[in-house]
């Protein structure tokens, strides 16, 4: 691995197990590890872009500053901005728009040949970016921090950063761009997050029907589990403690852990808020010493079932 590589793994590496460790024991990220974090990767970004742009052209460094202005927008606070400050960011939008304009119409498909598909990764920065954006507005429930974690990583790892000679691709000759390959990595990871706990309560001995409350949670005391991260699986409905498929992340817990207790429920199944910040951050590490493992075990799979 190249130093800049080296470099960037080290500050992607530091960045996520913050962000995993104040998530976990807080569920806040501040804004500020990903700010800082994204502006040295987006220095680091101009000085590797300035070793091999005039291979490419000047809509190279357009691409760049749009792509940067994308994720700053996730940040800037315009209510707080006073009217030269806001003058400032709306040139800085427009001449982003101009820029990515100014791109396409400059792209030349012969290039995505040259140099591994680099281009081809600068690419995929401001569409995981966009993705995060209609992820987060119009997508399933996902968190602030989760959204700007992955913008972040998009500019701290556009390029592959691989410790391994056997690096897993989708394809033969290349895999997709790194920033999905991390992205996609978190998902299966999260995926397997039911599996563990099959794992960790038969460990535990936690064998009760119906049983698939198993693959979604385990057994906590019930003093613990009011003081910890987690919600309740079981509440009572007249005189019965039912199981509940899906538990409502809104709902009055306290008062369910009330009623509990005076059932006599002392060691309740609970469901465990993992911040997927976690899953995220294994993914970093799992991509740089293994690969592409979410088009390994599901996609390559799927494809021959097809071929």
């Keep these: ?7 960037r793994f080290f500050l992607g590496a530091v960045m996520l197990c913050y962000g995993s460790w104040t998530d976990l024991t807080t569920r806040r990220v501040p804004n500020e590890v990903w700010l800082y974090s994204g502006s040295l990767a987006s220095l680091l970004l101009i000085y590797d872009l300035s070793g091999w742009w005039e291979d490419y052209g000047y809509h190279i460094w357009a691409l760049a500053f749009s792509t940067v202005i994308l994720f700053y927008n996730a940040f800037i606070d315009e209510y ?17 728009i101009l820029c990515a304009l100014y791109f396409l119409l400059s792209l030349d498909s012969s290039q995505f040949s040259l140099h591994d598909y680099r281009l081809f990764d600068l690419i995929s920065m401001p569409l995981l970016i966009t993705l995060m954006y209609v992820w987060f507005y119009f997508g399933p429930t996902i968190g602030g921090a989760d959204v700007k974690a992955i913008m972040t990583i998009s500019l701290v790892a556009p390029f592959t950063l691989s410790f391994s000679d056997d690096y897993i691709m989708a394809f033969d000759s290349r895999g997709f761009p790194y920033p999905f390959v991390i992205f996609m990595n978190s998902l299966l990871l999260y995926l397997c ?6 794992v960790y309560n038969i460990f535990k001995g936690n064998f009760e029907k119906p049983y698939f409350q198993m693959f979604f949670g385990t057994k906590m005391d019930l003093q613990q589990a009011r003081e910890s991260f987690v919600w309740p699986m079981q509440q009572v409905i007249g005189t019965k403690v039912v199981f509940v498929a899906f538990v409502q992340q809104k709902s009055n817990d306290e008062k369910k852990w009330n009623e509990l207790e005076k059932i006599g429920i002392n060691e309740p199944w609970v469901s465990l808020k993992i911040p997927y910040i ?3 951050a294994l993914s970093f590490f799992v991509s740089a010493f293994f690969g592409d493992l979410f088009s390994y075990f599901l996609v390559t799979p799927i494809n021959s079932l097809f071929s």
């Excluded at 691995?1 to 470099?7: G, R």
């Excluded at 997050?193 to 099959?198: A, D």
Aim: no cysteine; aromatic share 12%.
């Design 193 to 198: 997050i039911p599996f563990f706990l099959v």
């Design 1 to 7: 691995m190249e130093p800049l590589d080296l470099l």
């Design 80 to 96: 707080i901005l006073d009217k030269n400050q806001m003058l400032f960011w709306r040139i800085s939008q427009g001449l982003a």
């Design 278 to 280: 976690i899953p995220l």
